[in-house]
């Protein structure tokens, strides 16, 4: 008597109900699909981002002055 009132006590910790299942289930689905929402999110963002940097490089370039030669001076000698 006391083992199958033992085996009745501990069956129902053991016992997972079928909706226990799905609402983990969910949770882990709705967790996951935020992340990835964020992550989609976050690189529409940064790919903005670069887009404008390299337009900010692009003009920077053009506007870039040629060299100079700095051994023109009279201290290297150069003054002819």
């Known amino acids: 008597m006391l083992i199958k ?3 009745n006590f501990l069956s129902r910790f053991a016992v997972i109900e ?3 299942i799905v609402t983990v289930l969910i949770v882990v689905v709705i967790f996951f699909s ?10 529409f963002k940064l790919k903005k981002e670069n887009d404008r940097l390299d337009k900010i490089s692009e003009e920077l370039a053009k506007q870039k002055e040629e060299y100079k ?3 023109d001076g009279h201290m290297y000698g150069g003054n002819n």
């Open 34 to 43: 935020i992340l990835l929402i964020l992550g989609v999110r976050k690189s």
């Open 5 to 7: 009132q033992t085996i």
């Open 69 to 71: 030669d700095f051994t």
């Open 18 to 20: 079928q909706s226990d």
